[in-house]
Nanobody, 121 residues
Framework: QVQLVESGGGLVQPGGSLRLSCAAS????????MGWYRQAPGKQREWVAA???????NYAGSVKGRFTISRDNAKNTVYLQMNSLKPEDTAAYYC???????????????WGQGTQVTVSS
C-alpha cells in the first residue's frame, strides 16, 4: 500500500508565494515520475508540472516561470514552489506519483488527497 500525503496549502494574497510538499510512503521499490495537478471549482482537473526521477521537468504554460517543481529522491518527496500567485491559481492541488511496490513489482499511479490553495486579497 502506498500513501501520498500533501501539505503546504493555504490562503495567500495575490503576488504571494506558497510551497507545497508531497511525500510518498509505504512498501516502495522506487518512485519514478512525480507531478502536480489542480482542480478549480466547476472545472476539470488540469496538469501543472511533472518531474522524472532523473530530474527532467515540464510545466504547463500557465505556470511556467512562476512555479518550480523539485524532488528529494531519498525522501520520496516532491515539492511545488509557487511564486507570483494569481487568483486564477486558486484550486485544490493534487500530487501523483508512479510507484513500483514490493508486493506487485509493477508500476501504478497513486494520488494524494489534495491540498487547497486560495489566492485572494
Amino acid at each position: 500500500q502506498v500513501q501520498l500525503v500533501e501539505s503546504g496549502g493555504g490562503l495567500v494574497q495575490p503576488g504571494g508565494s506558497l510551497r507545497l510538499s508531497c511525500a510518498a510512503s509505504g512498501s516502495i521499490v522506487s518512485v519514478n515520475s512525480m507531478g502536480w495537478y489542480r482542480q478549480a471549482p466547476g472545472k476539470q482537473r488540469e496538469w501543472v508540472a511533472a518531474i522524472t526521477r532523473d530530474g527532467i521537468i515540464n510545466y504547463a504554460g500557465s505556470v511556467k516561470g512562476r512555479f518550480t517543481i523539485s524532488r528529494d529522491n531519498a525522501k520520496n518527496t516532491v515539492y511545488l514552489q509557487m511564486n507570483s500567485l494569481k487568483p486564477e491559481d486558486t484550486a485544490a492541488y493534487y500530487c501523483n506519483a508512479a510507484v513500483i511496490t514490493i508486493a506487485t513489482q509493477t508500476q501504478y499511479t497513486y494520488w494524494g488527497q489534495g491540498t487547497q490553495v486560495t489566492v485572494s486579497s
